[in-house]
């Protein structure tokens, strides 16, 4: 799954443009930069109280109003404003207006959930993602606290958040183009003040939703801190490095090393190169050039902070918007005395100084029979035959014992068959599986609930953010009361004691049963 942040797209053209809308048209009226600039920092009370005072209105104010509008999740209002011929007849005006009338058509009839004392503003395609609101709330402020504290920079309340339903409605609320999200699988996008994500209800297993959020909320940082002129490779690396920083560290955390796979694309050839990203990580051409890219921009920060210090990076960032340029060899020089050039160069060089890594445990080479017996497994279980879907499971994960999934489906079977114990001897211990999975964190969580429950709470936590909506997950591996094939739902067996939790698993048992 992909988080991403489109640059110099039509719409960032579009807003190049409105540079010389505004120089022509905005004769005798105040502070049209002024406003504009306070939009793109995300100032939007201090842009609302300036345009409150305009009496004389123009074409640039007419625009700044409609983008305004945008910003604040106002998407009708802008396309009415953006309807007036002086701005229709416009490129910019059009552009803008397209995207406020198929935002307006995604959002007719959402859900608005503000939490004021929270500073945080969720708007729902879904009413039915009501239940996942208090989680996103959750770790929206954590990661607005933490990440601001880093960066140094404080986001204006509310924080606002689109939950969209599929890519289609990601593309309309926020511009980015449809084949493009579905060539590198964007879930998120922060543009136009705000964060729009696809609810993990829309994918089959979930995904890392809390870092997608934490991710985006940085992006937001960094338009606030810099006007919006940090370049994209600054943009994704300081993004990408902000993941997980805002949080404790979780099981499986340890497998992403950008600096070993940077490496592994440099000496093979495969590199993309931070400076040559094109408009956007989403727009590149294949999945495996966007995880190079994302890899190398995280790389190269990670060396450039390392060298330099974290208040280097707020020193750039201010330089950036204060030169009101997006050259970052500039400020770059400014702040450290070498060019973006000098650094790209002195960051390659490390990475080839670097040495050899170790070879990986051989991956065993996954069994041509191994689809076969998951689907035996798979339609056993839906015919309600636990036993004999556990049997056919184990026989995978004998077959491919690493793979969380498969263990996570043979312990799932002979748990709703009452077998404990054998659900404890197919789920395995955290040596023996590789990459998170919601459903195997949640079973992991429940065998630790009594023993060590400040480590069961980490494993839930974990699980959370990756599949909520999965009943194992959002029960908090409990399966009483789950609705199995051929069993009759009890959804109110069994459910957690903390509010949140109850109604999620309660909403989880309903999804399964419908």
């Known amino acids: 799954m992909m988080r991403a942040r489109k640059r110099k797209s039509p719409f960032g053209r579009m807003l190049a443009g409105l540079a010389m809308l505004c120089a022509t048209s905005a004769q005798g009226s105040p502070n049209v930069q002024a406003i504009a600039d306070a939009i793109t920092e995300l100032d939007v009370d201090r842009a609302k109280d300036m345009l409150s005072s305009v009496h004389v209105e123009s074409p640039g104010l007419s625009f700044e109003r409609a983008r305004l509008a945008i910003y604040v999740g106002d998407?009708?209002?802008a396309a009415a404003i953006l309807s007036a011929p002086s701005l229709?007849?416009?490129?910019?005006?059009?552009?803008?207006?397209?995207?406020?009338?198929?935002?307006?058509?995604?959002?007719?009839?959402?859900?608005?959930?503000?939490?004021?004392?929270?500073?945080?503003?969720?708007?729902?395609q879904d009413s039915e993602d009501r239940t996942l609101v208090p989680f996103f709330t959750r770790a929206a402020v954590r990661a607005r606290l933490r990440i601001g504290a880093e960066l140094g920079v404080e986001l204006p309340r509310p924080l606002r958040i689109d939950l969209v339903r599929d890519l289609f409605s990601l593309s309309a609320v926020s511009g980015l183009p449809v084949d493009a999200a579905e060539t590198t699988g964007t879930v998120a996008v922060a543009r136009w003040g705000r964060v729009t994500m696809i609810s993990p209800r829309a994918t089959v297993l979930g995904y890392p939703w809390e870092d997608t959020l934490a991710h985006e909320i940085t992006h937001l940082m960094l338009s606030r801190a810099t006007r919006d002129r940090a370049p994209l490779w600054l943009q994704e690396g300081i993004a990408k490095r902000q993941e997980t920083r805002w949080r404790e560290n979780r099981l499986f955390d340890d497998g992403y090393d950008p600096t070993a796979l940077a490496r592994a694309a440099f000496v093979s050839g495969r590199a993309v190169g931070i400076d040559k990203l094109g408009p956007s990580i989403a727009m590149l051409p294949t999945p495996e050039a966007a995880s190079t890219a994302f890899a190398e921009v995280t790389s190269f920060m990670n060396y450039w902070i390392a060298e330099n210090g974290a208040p280097a990076l707020s020193l750039l960032l201010l330089d950036l918007k204060g030169l009101g340029t997006e050259d970052a060899s500039s400020a770059m020089r400014s702040v450290t005395g070498y060019d973006l050039e000098s650094w790209n160069r002195r960051w390659q060089k490390h990475l080839a100084g670097l040495p050899e890594p170790p070879p990986n445990e051989a991956t065993p080479k996954v069994p041509k029979d191994l689809a076969r017996l998951v689907r035996l497994g798979d339609l056993a279980f839906a015919g309600g035959h636990l036993r004999a879907a556990a049997v056919q499971h184990d026989r995978a994960v004998e077959k491919y014992s690493i793979e969380a999934a498969l263990r996570f489906r043979a312990a799932r079977d002979w748990q709703s068959a009452g077998e404990p114990d054998k659900a404890q001897q197919s789920l395995g211990a955290v040596e023996q599986v590789r990459g998170a999975h919601g459903g195997w964190l949640a079973l992991h969580g429940r065998r630790l609930a009594k023993s060590k429950p400040k480590e069961a709470n980490k494993a839930f936590d974990a699980a959370l953010g990756l599949d909520p909506l999965s009943g194992w997950v959002a029960c908090r591996g409990e399966d009483q009361g789950l609705l199995t094939p051929g069993q009759k739902p009890a959804p109110s067996v069994g459910l957690?004691?903390?509010?949140?939790?109850?109604?999620?698993?309660?909403?989880?048992?309903k999804r399964t049963e419908n």
């Open 88 to 124: 229709s007849a416009s490129p910019e005006g059009q552009a803008l207006g397209d995207l406020a009338r198929r935002c307006a058509g995604a959002t007719a009839g959402a859900v608005v959930v503000h939490d004021e004392k929270a500073g945080v503003w969720i708007r729902l």
């Open 496 to 509: 957690p004691s903390d509010p949140a939790w109850r109604e999620l698993c309660a909403s989880a048992r």
């Open 75 to 77: 998407c009708d209002s």
